[in-house]
């Protein structure tokens, strides 16, 4: 196996990552990644319900991300992303 990103061979197992796909580690350039390419996002309704729940219905936080099982990072990241556009206001 070799990196995606630097092409070393020097490349080790690193844990798992949602949907229990491998992830590895390039000790050349500690880049991670996993072996199949498989990245795995938020449909866009999913996304805007969250920011809608949290930026429209001022839901708490804390609330959001225990009914969602999302991280706080991400919670925050979307709601700037996607707060000017949001469908269910409509």
């Not at 996993?34 to 309704?45: L, N």
């Not at 920011?51 to 609330?63: F, I, L, W």
């Not at 999302?70 to 996607?82: E, H, V």
């Amino acid at each position: 196996m070799e990196c995606k990103k630097c092409f070393s061979d020097n490349v080790i197992k690193y844990g798992r990552w949602r949907m229990w796909s491998q992830r590895m580690l390039c000790n050349h350039c500690h880049w991670t990644f996993t072996p199949a390419g498989i990245r795995w996002t938020y449909s866009k309704m999913f996304v805007e319900k969250v920011v809608h729940q949290y930026s429209h219905e001022h839901k708490k936080a804390k609330e959001v991300i225990d009914l969602y099982k999302i991280s706080s990072r991400t919670l925050i990241k979307r709601s700037k992303q996607n707060d000017s556009e949001c469908q269910f206001c409509k």
